[in-house]
């Protein structure tokens, strides 16, 4: 008796699986853009990149590479937090130049921009060099 009650109501147990599926391939369609799929990939890449830097300068210096990393990210967290606080004090447009412009000039601007921009190959070029 048992089984046939399974059987009779199987066709409704098979269309509600059957609509659940559905429902979850429709949502996540179209959830995602282009450029959110790009961002996913340079994450990824950039990820990859830092953690094999990670361990070939662990392997050459030793775990004290750590105290450096350490450092570095001290460094990172406070200058993010003052270009924060800066941004919320004066909503002006664009970066860190125009803190300063603002604040040290034109000269200044010019040259930590310039200086920002010449980094940027190297960093990539450090990057795709790595054994």
Request: some cysteine.
């Amino acid at each position: 008796m048992r089984k046939e009650i399974g059987l009779k109501h199987h066709h409704l147990v098979k269309q509600a699986v059957k609509h659940r599926q559905q429902k979850q391939i429709e949502k996540g369609k179209g959830n995602l853009h282009w450029w959110q799929l790009s961002l996913i990939g340079v994450g990824s890449i950039i990820g990859a990149v830092f953690f094999l830097g990670t361990g070939l300068s662990i392997k050459t210096a030793g775990p004290s590479i750590f105290i450096g990393y350490l450092i570095a990210g001290l460094t990172i967290f406070f200058v993010f937090n003052a270009l924060a606080e800066m941004t919320i004090n004066d909503t002006a447009p664009g970066s860190f130049r125009t803190y300063a412009t603002k604040a040290f000039g034109h000269a200044a601007s010019f040259t930590s921009d310039w200086m920002y921009w010449l980094c940027c190959p190297r960093k990539g070029s450090v990057s795709a060099t790595l054994d």
